[in-house]
């Protein structure tokens, strides 16, 4: 239901099959359907983009949301990825 929601959208989804879909695709036989594409290279990048979000969440101000103005959100989010790029910058060892 989520790659047909998607699909209306006409985003693709960059997720690998489960093993059990793929299993169950696969008893069904030709009534199956033909496996979702998967793009490796495109779900690298996705990768990425949700692992500094999770990132991001660990700062509890920017995980809750307590400033009630995008423009103080905003500031908090810019610290938190400063904070993060400095913290990861091979230059400060």
């Known amino acids: 239901s989520t790659r047909r929601a998607l699909r209306k959208r006409g985003i693709t989804f960059t997720?690998?099959?489960?093993?059990?879909?793929?299993?169950?695709?696969?008893?069904?036989?030709?009534?199956?359907g033909r496996?979702?594409?998967?793009?490796?290279?495109?779900?690298?990048?996705?990768?990425v983009v949700e692992r500094c979000f999770n990132r991001l969440k660990q700062f509890r101000a920017l995980a809750t949301r307590y400033t009630k103005r995008a423009a103080y959100y905003r500031t908090?989010?810019?610290?938190?990825?400063?904070i993060l790029w400095l913290r990861d910058s091979p230059d400060t060892a």
């Open 15 to 32: 997720s690998p099959e489960k093993k059990d879909h793929t299993a169950h695709r696969l008893r069904k036989g030709h009534r199956g």
């Open 35 to 47: 496996p979702p594409v998967f793009d490796a290279e495109a779900y690298k990048g996705r990768n």
């Open 76 to 82: 908090e989010l810019t610290l938190a990825a400063i």
